[in-house]
């Protein structure tokens, strides 16, 4: 089975800087999905950024890019000229193609991100 | 935009009650999921749904049960609610046919179970 792991349970960042958030994942399949998904205090989740990891170049949407590196199979989240909406938690999540019987996602522990005005 | 909605933000139940929690998705989703998120463990997938009246377990599907009769909409049951049942319940929805295609959540139900 697949697993999802971001090591960091909570990160701090002033606002207008530079955050990465990271997320390493286990996995034996070539081909699959990831997925950055956000859940403000509101709690709706909200995506954030997807990547194909047949795709080599990285997925960007506005102030938010990845990392993605298939050989370690790190997954990172860069957002860039934090503001105050984005306080919130952010969980990586995995999804293999075959679905191995669930098309769900494999998600991580989530990071609490905070920012600092 | 997809809308998910959760029937309740918050309820309250005994130990032992049958309790009921209520999804519905507006954009014609074949799958629809229910996890349940814990302080610390993240999201975890209690069952889903392929279409209507199909169902699969997921990683923690004990204590639970499925309901789906209509294509919109995804019921959880709690046959005889328990206080280890407290906790955030997510339901979801995603169009089947592109791999790539993402969950939607609903706002979540907060189930106290006293």
């Known amino acids: 089975a697949q697993t999802v792991t971001q090591s960091q349970p909570e990160m701090s960042v002033q606002e207008a800087e530079t955050v990465t958030l990271s997320c390493t994942y286990d996995?034996?399949?070539?081909?699959?999905?990831l997925f950055w998904y956000k859940q403000p205090p509101s709690r709706q989740m909200i995506l954030v950024i997807r990547?194909?990891?047949?795709?080599?170049q990285n997925a960007t949407e506005n102030r938010f890019s990845v990392n993605f590196q298939k050989a370690a199979k790190s997954f990172s989240l860069k957002i860039s000229d934090s503001q105050l909406g984005d306080a919130a938690m952010y969980f990586c999540?995995?999804?293999?193609?075959?679905?191995?019987?669930?098309?769900?996602?494999?998600f991580g522990k989530g990071t609490h991100l905070i920012i600092q005005p | 935009d997809v809308k998910v909605t959760q029937s309740s933000r918050y309820l309250v139940k005994r130990t032992g009650e049958k309790v009921f929690l209520e999804c519905v998705q507006d954009?014609?989703?074949?799958?629809m999921f229910w996890y349940r998120q814990d302080p610390g463990l993240g999201l975890r997938l209690i069952y889903f749904?392929?279409?209507?009246?199909?169902?699969e377990k997921g990683d923690i599907p004990e204590g639970y049960s499925v309901s789906r009769e209509k294509k919109e909409r995804f019921s959880l049951i709690l046959e005889s609610a328990s206080t280890n049942q407290t906790s955030m319940y997510l339901c979801?929805?995603?169009?089947?046919?592109?791999?790539?295609?993402?969950?939607?959540f609903g706002n979540g139900t907060r189930l106290t179970v006293t």
């Open positions: 996995t034996s399949e070539s081909d699959y999905y």
């Open positions: 954009m014609d989703h074949e799958n």
């Open positions: 979801a929805s995603r169009y089947q046919g592109a791999y790539n295609s993402p969950l939607h």
């Open positions: 999540a995995y999804r293999s193609p075959a679905g191995g019987g669930a098309d769900g996602l494999t």
């Open positions: 749904s392929y279409d209507v009246k199909m169902k």
């Open positions: 990547q194909e990891a047949y795709k080599q």
